[in-house]
């Protein structure tokens, strides 16, 4: 019989420590089992799956690679955005060769036997002169049917048109105004340059060509003068041409007739502002609803040339010889007589239609205000006529 512990077999061989008896055995079925299958091509094929490796470019990982590419894509997309809209957002900016809108002013002083207006005023103040037959603020304002130019279509020159009237409104036809209050609708469509020239000059109007209020736009003292009817007559015409440097010149040529009265009395005159604009328009101002003025030209009729009238326009009453007829000096660098151009030394060529801005030369000794496309050519002149 075997000592304790032994099988029945009896002791194995091994060392002396006995360290065999803890060997595992395996059996034939257990290591069947255990054979691992590595899947052929086919298989692969099959389930989809095939062996993957880590792609690498120049040692980089790929993903990350299009992690970075997608972030990158992300920054440029938000970055050219951000520069649209701003640009957008923007006004456009003011073409380097332009300098402020020049403004010439003129005015007349009635001649002898000339009548203004005196009296009590009558139901239709407009009555027996020529502004009689006029159309009533803006309708008289005409624009025409236009054809298409090189770089601009027909809808977009009527749009400019558009533009050009509604800022001639704001100026001239708004009752607001004509007591002293800022034309904002108007002054929202200029550039920013000249939009800070606007308002300089209606808060601080001097009597030059650049800072005058009533080279802009027509205001009374409302402590002296009233306007007696807000129903002005008006007869004015538009047209546009397309400069060689690309850009749209459209001008206005308008005659305004106000009645107007001093402040408690009755005595009253009809007074006429004769104005003639060149705008500047180009596509990108259109788009965000903006303009250039190059020029605009004013003749105010009965007006004395002695006082000064940069600030408000001073209506003539009563008799004619109070008034004066004197010089009005220029301003420096300012020339007596409105240049062919633009603006000085530009070369700008004016528009056809407007004669006001084309004709050098000395105003006529007697001179019609209510004529379109009156030559104009000093800073006084005579009233030839009745207004």
Do not use: K
């Amino acid at each position: 019989m075997s000592g304790q512990g032994d099988p029945p077999e009896g002791r194995r061989g091994g060392g002396p420590d006995g360290e065999d008896e803890f060997r595992v055995v395996f059996d034939e079925s257990f290591v069947r089992a255990a054979v691992l299958h590595e899947p052929s091509a086919q298989e692969r094929m099959r389930t989809g799956r095939g062996p993957r490796r880590l792609r690498r470019v120049f040692g980089v990982p790929i993903a990350t690679i299009r992690v970075g590419v997608l972030l990158l894509s992300v920054v440029l997309v938000l970055a050219g955005a951000l520069y649209l809209g701003a640009r957008r957002g923007a006004a456009p900016n003011a073409r380097a060769g332009y300098g402020p809108t020049v403004l010439v002013r003129v005015s007349l002083v009635p001649a002898d036997g000339v009548h203004v207006g005196s009296g009590p005023m009558g139901a239709d103040p407009f009555a027996g002169s020529a502004a009689a037959e006029w159309r009533d603020g803006r309708a008289g304002i005409v624009v025409p049917d236009v054809s298409g130019t090189r770089n601009f279509s027909a809808a977009q020159i009527r749009a400019s048109m558009e533009m050009v009237r509604d800022f001639v409104t704001g100026t001239q036809l708004d009752t607001e105004v004509w007591r002293g209050v800022r034309p904002w609708a108007a002054a929202v469509g200029l550039d920013p340059d000249q939009h800070r020239q606007l308002i300089d000059a209606l808060d601080h109007p001097a009597d030059d060509d650049v800072h005058s209020a009533t080279g802009w736009v027509t205001r009374f003292d409302p402590a002296q003068i009233v306007v007696a009817d807000t129903r002005v007559r008006v007869q004015g015409g538009t047209s546009a041409v397309e400069a060689a440097t690309g850009e749209l010149l459209v001008g206005v040529d308008g005659v305004f007739v106000y009645a107007v009265h001093q402040v408690d009395t009755q005595v009253w005159t009809r007074f006429v502002v004769h104005r003639s604009w060149e705008f500047e328009v180009t596509e990108d101002g259109l788009r965000h609803g903006r303009l250039r003025v190059r020029r605009i030209v004013t003749v105010a009729a009965p007006q004395s040339c002695a006082v000064d009238s940069s600030a408000f326009f001073r209506p003539v009453f009563g008799d004619p010889a109070q008034a004066g007829v004197t010089q009005s000096p220029a301003a420096p660098g300012a020339s007596s007589a409105p240049s062919a151009s633009g603006a000085p030394g530009q070369g700008v060529p004016p528009l056809p239609t407007s004669p006001l801005l084309a004709v050098p030369g000395a105003t006529p000794p007697g001179a019609d205000p209510l004529r379109p496309g009156m030559a104009t050519g000093t800073l006084c002149g005579v009233l030839a006529v009745s207004v």
